[in-house]
């Protein structure tokens, strides 16, 4: 490997480590949220949404959030898409007119 092809990968490489090592958000819903919400997104006996999870989701961008619809990220993180997108109604928020909410 060429030095400059070297260099490359190593600021590559530092650079999602650097990425990596920030906390988590989706859609504008933190870390912090995410772990508030995960017990209402994910199967087989997902609970209603808590205080604290609806109070994320109402800082969530929705439009963000329906994008993820058909997504395979959600279910990698054991997220149930039909679930996640449950949570606007579920917290009382009007969904995008845009985005259909099962």
Known sequence: MTMSKTVVLVVLMVALLAESSRAMELCNID????????????????????????????????????????????PAFGIDPDLALQLPPKCNLTPPADCQYD
């Open 31 to 74: 870390d912090e949220g995410l772990t508030a919400c995960k017990p209402s997104v994910m199967k087989p006996e997902p609970v209603a949404p808590s205080e604290e999870c609806c109070k994320a989701v109402q800082g969530a961008n929705l439009t963000c959030l329906c994008s993820y619809r058909t997504s395979p990220w959600l």
